[in-house]
Structure formats: C-alpha cells, structure tokens
C-alpha cells in the first residue's frame, strides 16, 4: 500500500460513500440493483474504487449510505468489506436509509443521508470527513486532497475535473479565481463558466468534498432547518458555503494516483450504458487508460473462490481462444472465440460460438454457433444457440435495449421474449 504523503491526516478523517443512487440511465442494468452495485472490469463492482481509494489512503474510518434496491450492494459489502477491525481503531459501517428521523422520511438527498447519520458519525469522533460518490471509475488518493483542505483554511474543499465547457452542462461547474477559491457554483448550466486563463475549459465536480466534521454537522443542520432546501449538497450546501465562507477547489490531476504507463488522468461516470461499455472496453488495451493491476494501489474485492480460467478444444474452427480480453475465474472458453472482450466469473462459452466486444456479467452462458458484437448481457444471462446480435441494426432494436452507439443490453427477460 501506498504510504500517503506527509502528516497522516487520512488518521483522522471518516470517509463517507453516498451510494444510494439508483442509476436510471443503466436502464435495466439497475432494475434490480443500485448503480454502485452493478459489476465493472472483470471482478469488481462500481463502488470498490471510492472505498479501496479510502483504504489505500490511509482512511480506516467508513460509511456507506444505500437506498434504493440495496440488497446485492450489501451483500457484496459484507462479503468484501468485513476486514475491518474495531481493535485497530477501524470501522466499516453500512447505513441504509431506515426513517430514523422521521417515520414518514427516507433520505431526501445527499446531504440529507449524511445529516440522518450524525449521532453514528459523531460517535468515532473523526475531526474531518470525506464525503464520496459510489458510482464512479478512477483511483485518487484522498490524503492529498485532505492536505490542500487544512493547509488552505478552507471551510469545504471540492474534489474537480478540468473538462471541455460543453461537457460541462452535465456538471456541477465551478468557478475559480487565480488561487482556486471557488467563487460560484452551479449545478449543470446552460453556458458553464471557463477556467482563468484557459477559455475552452471549466471545472465540474467529482462529487467529492472534504469538511471539517463539527463545521459540516452546522451546516447540515442549518440545511434541515430550511422549508426550502433540497437538502443536496450541490444544490444546496456548497453553493451556500461559496457564498457564505470558503471553498476551494481541488483538481483532480494533483491527487490522481496512475502508473507511468497510464497516459491520462482516468475519471469515468458511468452512468449510461455507453459510458459503461466503454470504460470496460477501455481495461482491454494493450496499456489500458487505467491499470487494474497496479499492486500499489489495488481495487479490492469480494475474492471469490473458484476454479481458474479454461480454454478447450484446439482444432481448426473449433478452438478455444481470447485476443485482447480479460477472462475471470470459473470461465470455460470451450472451443470458441472471445475477443477484446471482458468474461466475468463464471461465463461458460459453447463451442463454435464468437463473442466481439462484449462486457458478459457473472454466471452467463453463451449457446454454440452464438455470434454477439458490442453487446452488455446482465449477469445470469443464457444465450440461445445460433443467436446472433450486432449485424441487424434493425432486428437488434426491436428485441433488444439497443443504444446510439450500437450497443445492446440483453437481459434475461429479453431473452424470455424472444420466438426463436
């Protein structure tokens, strides 16, 4: 692990991961779970970035809010998360949104499921608290960030991405002044402020804040005590804070953690099925965007014990074989052909079968003569034999969640509709 620079403010911090998100545009990818459950890059799910980012920096002080279809996320949770130790000053706690406020109240917003926690959150004492989005894709090394915070006086420190202005409508957008200070924020405009000095970009929020913990508790208070607050921390707590005090903003490329190889700093929302896609696609690179085997600063997991990884079969036409993919554990590749593909635990492919640019969640099964290009198929999934998806644009539409990109989503009641 890698050991953060300077003092170890992460000691005394509480990382708090609000992970209870639906994830609509995933489409039927969350029908039965939440965007930070859904699996990512082979063995992973979306939110162990955020918490094995607060692990490898040194914060050992955690809580997860969920809400929204929470079971699986829990469930992977206590699985790959129970390692932490009340002896050593550790805690892991999982907060799902249980009306202790209000019997008539869930979590009204992302401030709000930070507010309901409180008395949990003041009982570890942590003196600063890192507030996280579970659904994103990037490795970033939050003692960095905790650094800037006490070192600028900041009241909130606001984690940002340098993006192109006309991406930025879909952000959060800060404006900055020469030292950084944020002078205004706004949540997804029309026309996004540019950066000083640089007028083609601007700076989006990560979602990330840091606070000083009895600082953040009187302004989620003072939040709730307001009819007309949406109790949302971009909509509502940092703007008031920019207004009223100080907030700073930290770029992301000061704390990205990446190898030499990796030519970018990596941040992906994932949030639509393209993007989704895509950023599965992107681990499948001969120096992929972002390196998955970085020992320094691993992704943990949920270490699912199986056998390893089979490919049968070595005659012409009828060879098992994967160029440029990424296979997990408990796959068999049976006389078939995966390329620049991701097989996650479990998928068995049938002889003669081909799958081309294909993200194949848990426990999938892939019929012979099956022939699937630019596909996502949710976990459980059995492919028909013969079946062949992404050579009839037209026909894909209709049986499938066809994207703009060319992208279908198969799921199991898709599968269930189909008159082979």
């Known amino acids: ?23 609509s545009r995933l489409a039927e990818l ?20 955020a918490l094995s980012n607060a692990i490898n920096s040194g914060i050992r002080r955690i809580g997860v809010a969920t809400q929204y279809k929470a079971h699986s996320l829990i469930r992977h949770m206590n699985r790959a998360w129970n390692f932490m130790r009340p002896e050593r000053n550790e805690s892991f706690d999982i907060l799902p949104a249980s009306q202790r406020i209000s019997e008539l109240l869930w979590y009204e917003g992302t401030a709000d499921a930070v507010f309901q926690n409180i008395d949990i959150i003041a009982s570890y004492t942590p003196k600063y608290m890192v507030i996280l989005a579970g659904d994103h894709i990037y490795k970033m090394d939050y003692e960095l960030m905790l650094q800037q915070h006490v070192n600028s006086g900041a009241d909130v420190t606001v984690g940002c991405l340098v993006v192109p202005r006309k991406d930025a409508r879909a952000f959060g957008v800060m404006h900055v002044d020469e030292n950084d200070v944020i002078t205004s924020f706004l949540e997804k405009p029309k026309d996004p402020p540019s950066i000083p000095g640089d007028p083609a970009h601007a700076l989006a929020s990560m979602g990330i804040y840091v606070f000083d913990t009895e600082f953040l508790f009187e302004q989620l208070r003072r939040d709730a005590a307001d009819p007309d607050s949406k109790r949302d921390f971009g909509g509502d707590i940092i703007p008031y804070i920019v207004k009223h005090g100080k907030a ?18 990596y941040w992906r929302d994932v949030g639509t099925v393209d993007a989704y896609f895509e950023a599965n696609l992107d681990l499948t690179d001969t120096v992929p965007k972002l390196d998955m085997y970085d020992r320094d600063w691993p992704i943990w997991t949920d270490t699912v014990v199986a056998a390893p990884a089979k490919f049968v079969h070595d005659e012409e036409g009828r060879r098992g074989q994967a160029i440029s993919s990424l296979i997990s554990q408990d796959c068999i590749v049976s006389g078939s052909l995966a390329r620049r593909s991701l097989l996650f635990t479990g998928v068995k492919m049938g002889s003669f079968s081909s799958v081309n ?10 019929g012979r003569h099956a022939r699937l290009s630019r596909v996502v198929i949710d976990s459980g999934v059995r492919i028909p034999e013969g079946l062949v998806v992404g050579e009839d644009p037209e026909l894909d539409g209709r049986r499938f969640r066809r994207t703009d990109n060319g992208v279908c989503l198969i799921t199991k009641p898709m599968i269930d509709r189909l008159n082979l």
């Open 357 to 366: 640019e294909a993200v194949i969640l848990p426990y999938c099964n892939i």
């Open 1 to 23: 692990m890698r050991t953060p620079t300077g003092s170890p403010l992460a000691r005394d911090a509480m990382a708090y991961v609000l992970a209870g998100g639906r994830g």
């Open 30 to 49: 969350t029908d039965n779970r939440a965007k930070p459950a859904v699996y990512f890059g082979g063995m992973s799910r979306i939110i162990d970035f």
């Open 248 to 265: 700073q903003a930290h770029r992301f490329t000061n704390s990205c953690i990446r190898v030499s190889e990796e030519i970018e700093e």
